[in-house]
């Protein structure tokens, strides 16, 4: 008997449809109106805290899994709701990989809970990397943290730009310079705990898609943090700051291995868009008649949708082998992960455009849902690493080159 197999655990597939109701009967119907009012909906959050979706503990249960497939299937069927709403629900996990990433097991404890809070209390995160003149190249952050070692403090000071749940959210996860010479290696992360001064939100940016989803400028003025706030300890910095001055290769800074942990399951996001509207323009074309006949019939449209439903499956098998390569301890030799990112991104925002060109006139108006659709996947050729960076990845990978 074969050891290969893609068939989901008998717990997978109750999670598959535990997600996929909580998206049809509470995300869907109120996706539309949250699009166009820009807000957080605080009230779905707290209905994904009451089943339990909005938790540390779901989030630990997934990670645990054998196979590495659970988050990637919640992901895709919480996003086919709508991806707004599901990254309002979600975006907390980019703190929480933050801390997972970095963090000792004492912070661990300390933090994650803190930044789903409870049912009645509900409490969000944000990781905070990006800054108006450091995107994609992380290295050139200007966000300083400085230690005062009478006081054991850190002192943060800097503009963190686009940050999702920016300035609103209760545990901010700041990635800042303690070395600017030594760029990305002198970097280090730092969770600003809930209610500390000095931490502000800046402009909110009016936006192009996942609207229902905060993303904002964080401005942080003399942010005084104890020492126990860098994540992962003084002494593993000191050693790993003392060792790239000495100019030996260090781990994986302290962005990067959030962004390799979080990147198929970002692209898992994107499938779930992309098969939202694959299934609405499927249906559409069976029940809109031009010529007496119904426009699937037309060889023009059904080939759209068999090119759709193959890029999805393509997209949807690059994700799940990246998530069973990390789950399986095997590291990525050509950019595994990044490549799904690339592929489910791309095909998103062009299964979402076949999807508006399949309903015509409709499905360029906002009495559909396709319109919303493409602009939401839009951003997956863009955040967690655009397109270009992936390619950029995956070509050094496998090139073993310095490609710029
Ligand atoms: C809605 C939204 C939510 C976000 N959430 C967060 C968040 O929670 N936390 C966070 O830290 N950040 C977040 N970001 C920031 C996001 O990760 C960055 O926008 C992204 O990394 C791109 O950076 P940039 O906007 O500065 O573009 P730039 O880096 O200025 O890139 C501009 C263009 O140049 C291309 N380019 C740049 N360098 C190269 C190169 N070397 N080779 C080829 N092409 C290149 C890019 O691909 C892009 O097409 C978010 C962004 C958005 C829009």
Not at 38 to 62: C, H, R
Not at 124 to 131: D, L, R
Request: glycine share 8%.
């Amino acid at each position: 008997m074969s050891g290969f197999t893609l068939d989901l655990t008998d717990d997978q597939s109750q999670i598959k449809e535990w997600v996929h109701t909580f998206a049809q009967d509470v995300v869907r119907p109120v996706a539309h109106e949250y699009d166009e009012r820009e807000e957080m909906p605080f009230d779905v959050i707290k209905e994904a805290s009451n089943i339990g979706l909005y938790s540390w503990e779901f989030l630990a249960q997934a990670y645990a899994d054998e196979n590495g497939l659970t988050l990637p299937i919640a992901m895709e069927e919480l996003f086919w709701g709508d991806a707004g709403i599901g990254l309002a629900i979600m975006g907390t996990t980019l703190g929480v990989s933050g801390i997972m990433g970095n963090g000792t097991q004492e912070q661990i404890e300390e933090w994650i809970p803190q930044c789903f809070g409870s049912p009645e209390k509900i409490q969000t995160a944000a990781f905070c990397v990006s800054e108006p003149d450091a995107g994609s190249d992380v290295s050139s952050l200007r966000t300083k943290a400085v230690y005062d070692e009478a006081k054991d403090e850190w002192v943060l000071n800097g503009t963190k730009a686009w940050i999702t749940n920016g300035g609103i959210a209760d545990v901010h996860v700041v990635v800042a310079s303690v070395d600017p010479e030594l760029k990305a290696r002198g970097h280090a992360s730092f969770v600003v705990p809930p209610g500390t001064k000095g931490l502000s939100q800046g402009s909110k940016y009016k936006k192009h898609g996942i609207r229902a989803s905060h993303t904002a400028e964080v401005i942080l003025e003399d942010v005084r943090i104890p020492g126990s706030c860098l994540l992962g300890g003084k002494e593993k910095l000191d050693h790993r700051l003392n060792k790239a001055r000495e100019g030996k290769s260090t781990s994986t800074q302290a962005a990067m291995s959030t962004f390799e942990a979080s990147r198929p399951i970002v692209a898992a996001q994107a499938i779930g868009i992309a098969r939202a509207a694959y299934e609405f323009s499927l249906q559409y074309s069976k029940e809109r008649f031009t010529w007496g006949k119904p426009i699937v019939q037309n060889q023009a449209i059904a080939f759209m949708l068999a090119d759709m439903i193959t890029e999805i499956d393509a997209a949807r098998l690059l994700v799940w082998r990246a998530c069973w390569m990390a789950r399986n301890g095997k590291q990525f030799v050509s950019g595994e992960g990044s490549m799904s990112k690339l592929k489910a991104g791309e095909v998103a925002v062009k299964v979402t455009e076949n999807a508006i060109q399949i309903l015509g006139g409709y499905g360029y108006t906002r009495e559909y849902p396709v319109e919303r659709w493409h602009r939401d996947a839009k951003i997956y050729t863009i955040f967690e690493g655009t397109s270009e960076i992936q390619r950029l990845v995956v070509a050094r990978a496998i090139s073993g080159e310095k490609i710029h």
